[in-house]
Structures are given as C-alpha cells and as structure tokens.
C-alpha cells in the first residue's frame, strides 16, 4: 500500500498581514492564519495520486494548537490522517531544527506505516526559503526531487517515481527510486475552490477518515 506524507505549514496570511515598525518583522497577529498555498497544492497532488495508485495520505505539521487548523483543512482536501507535533521550544524555529523536528517525526510515522514518498510545497510565503524539504531529505538520506510541476508515474512494485522537475527554460524529466521527497510548484494541479469535504461532527476527527495524532516533543 502506497503511503504518501505531505508536511504542510499554517501560516499568516501574506496579502493581509502587516509589519512592525520596530523589530523590522511581520506582525503575525494581525493576520489570520491559512494553510500555507504551496502545500495545499502538495495535499491535492498527494491525494490525486492516492486516487491514481491507491494508498493513504498522511498529513505532518509543526506549530502551536492553533495549527490542528491546517490539518483539518487537508483532511477537508482528502487527506486520511494528520500527525502534528507541538512544543513551546519549537518558537522561533529556523529551517534546520524545522527540518531535523519533522525528520523525526517522519521516522515515528515510518514507525507506524513505512513512507514510500513525502511530498513538500516549493517554499512557505512567511519564510520563503525552500530550505525545509531538502533539509529532511538530506536528514533521511532520501533523494530530494525539488521544483516538481508534474508526477508522470509512480511505481511501488519497481521502486521508482518519474517527475517532471521545472526548469527556466523548460522541463527535465527524472527517475527516481522510492522513497524520495518531491518539493512542488504550484502549477502541478489546481486546487479546488471548494475542497473536497469531510464531514466534522464533534467527534469525526477521530474516525478513521480523519485521525489526528499531537505529539509532544
């Protein structure tokens, strides 16, 4: 059984949020908090591809309670379960303890269920860096496929994925052998407007159809 994780982001909302004067930084406050647009493009192409080969879509995020938002909402998109990991000591986090706190989660989830492709947004629109997917992928000893704008094939039996990686001046095709970690641009798919949804009573969070799991680190 394929078993694809996407690791997404909630972050403020970048057209809305303002600056502090003093400190030169955002004002995170003054912004609502969405899910990051580059991994709700990884949680469509991660559930396209659920629909395409069968399988599980795995959800991993890091950030306060708050964030269990952006789970919810990928579980809306058609993700099966969402794993968060939250902890006072994550505040402030740069990419290399962001990646090396999801890394080790990723390994607890492989624990669980072995992980045969992770797929990231290209970058978050409150870092900007693209630096966090690599990261884990040099942390797992994993190929890092980066810039992906199309998943040609994806073959657990063969043990390889065929992607389309942007270029400027075109595409190049490559293969790769699973697992690997695509980062991905927004063209790969259109995300609907209306996302597919899910039921939320009360309690559905906790059916199987959208499990949700906090751990703290």
Request: aromatic share 4%; net charge positive; with cysteine.
């Amino acid at each position: 059984m394929l078993h694809i994780v996407a690791c997404i982001k909630q972050v403020p909302d970048t057209k809305i949020i303002k600056m502090n004067p003093k400190t030169n930084t955002m004002d995170r406050a003054s912004a609502p908090a969405i899910l990051n647009p580059y991994d709700a493009h990884a949680v469509e192409e991660a559930v396209r591809l659920k629909k395409r080969y069968g399988g599980i879509v795995s959800v991993l995020t890091m950030g306060p309670p708050p964030a269990v938002k952006a789970i919810k909402k990928c579980i809306e998109i058609g993700a099966d379960e969402g794993y968060m990991i939250s902890d006072r000591a994550f505040a402030g986090a740069d990419t290399l303890a962001t990646s090396y706190a999801l890394t080790k989660a990723l390994e607890k989830i492989a624990a669980i269920q072995p992980v045969d492709l992770i797929i990231c947004g290209k970058m978050t629109i409150d870092g900007d860096t693209g630096q966090v997917g690599p990261g884990i992928a040099r942390r797992l000893d994993i190929p890092p496929l980066t810039s992906v704008n199309k998943v040609v094939e994806i073959d657990k039996e063969r043990g390889v994925a065929v992607v389309h990686r942007k270029l400027e001046d075109g595409y190049e095709v490559i293969e790769s052998t699973l697992p690997c970690l695509l980062s991905v641009e927004k063209e790969i798919n259109e995300v609907p407007y209306s996302p597919r949804r899910t039921s939320f009573g009360r309690h559905a969070i906790s059916r199987t159809s959208g499990r949700l799991t906090i751990w703290a680190m």
